[in-house]
C-alpha cells in the first residue's frame, strides 16, 4: 500500500539555522507529492508540490525535490524563522483528494 | 474569498451518541473530503464528495458516513461514539480533486467523547 515515513521530531533549531525535515515514501505508480504545515489551533495549509520526478516545488524559503530513485521528497530551507515553528506533514496523492500524510515533525525555533 | 469553514469548532459528547459535523467549502469547490486526525494515528482519510456522490472512501467502520448537498456544502456523521472517535475532524475542498487544484482545509472540529 502507500506509506510516508517522516523523521520524528521535534526538530529544534535556533534562528537562521539550516533546516532538513526528511520524508520517504512507498507508492505504486508515479504519485504528486506534498508538504503541508499545520500552525497551532489550524487546519492545514499547501507549503508546496511536486508532481513528477525531478520536480522542485517552493514557497516562503522552502524547497523539496521529488526523487524518484531513492523514493524520497526532503523538506530544506536556508534560514529558518521563530514564525516557522509548526508541525509539517509530507503526502502523497495516488488518486484524486485521498491523501495519505506522514506522521507529522514538529519545528521549534527559537531565537 | 472566504476559506473552509467547520462547525461548531468544538464537540462534547457522550459514547453511544451520534454527532453531526458541517463544512462549508470555498465558493467555487466542488469536492470535499474529510480527514480524521489523532496523535496516535496522525492523519487518516475518512471519505470525499464530489457534485453529491461519494467518490472515495477511507478504511473506517460503517459508523462514519457523510453526504454532500447540491451547494457543496458537506456533512459527516458519526453514529453510536466510541472514545476512540475523540480526534481533530479536518474537512478539505478543492475544485475537482488532487493535481492542479490542491486541498484547502478547515480549521477542523475538535470533538471529545467522554
Known amino acids: 500500500g502507500n506509506s510516508v515515513t517522516q523523521m520524528e521530531g521535534p526538530v529544534t533549531l535556533s534562528e537562521e539555522a539550516f533546516l532538513t525535515i526528511n520524508c520517504t515514501y512507498t507508492?505504486?505508480?508515479?504519485?504528486?507529492l506534498f508538504w503541508y504545515v499545520q500552525y497551532p489551533g489550524e487546519g492545514l495549509q499547501l507549503l508546496l508540490k511536486?508532481?513528477?520526478?525531478?520536480d522542485k516545488g517552493s514557497n516562503k524559503g522552502f524547497e523539496a525535490t521529488y526523487r524518484k530513485e531513492t523514493t524520497s521528497f526532503h523538506l530544506e530551507k536556508g534560514s529558518v524563522q521563530v514564525s516557522d515553528s509548526a508541525v509539517y506533514f509530507c503526502?502523497?496523492?495516488?488518486?484524486?483528494?485521498?491523501?495519505?500524510f506522514g506522521k507529522g515533525t514538529m519545528l521549534l525555533v527559537s531565537p | 474569498k472566504a476559506g473552509v469553514t467547520q462547525t461548531p469548532r468544538y464537540l462534547i459528547k457522550t459514547r453511544g451518541q451520534q454527532v453531526t459535523l458541517s463544512c462549508s467549502p470555498i465558493s467555487g469547490h466542488r469536492s470535499v473530503s474529510w480527514y480524521q486526525q489523532t496523535p496516535g494515528q496522525g492523519l487518516q482519510f475518512l471519505f470525499e464528495?464530489?457534485?453529491?456522490?461519494?467518490?472515495n472512501k477511507g478504511n473506517f467502520p460503517g459508523r462514519f458516513s457523510g453526504r454532500q448537498f447540491s451547494n457543496s456544502r458537506s456533512e459527516m456523521n458519526v453514529s453510536t461514539l466510541e472514545l476512540g472517535d475523540s480526534a481533530l475532524y479536518l474537512c478539505a475542498s478543492s475544485l475537482e480533486g488532487q493535481g492542479d487544484s490542491p486541498l484547502h482545509f478547515g480549521n477542523g472540529t475538535r470533538l471529545t467523547v467522554t
Open positions: 507508492a505504486t505508480g508515479y504519485p504528486s
Open positions: 503526502a502523497l496523492d495516488p488518486a484524486r483528494s485521498t491523501l495519505t
Open positions: 464528495y464530489f457534485s453529491e456522490t461519494q467518490r
Open positions: 511536486a508532481t513528477k520526478a525531478d
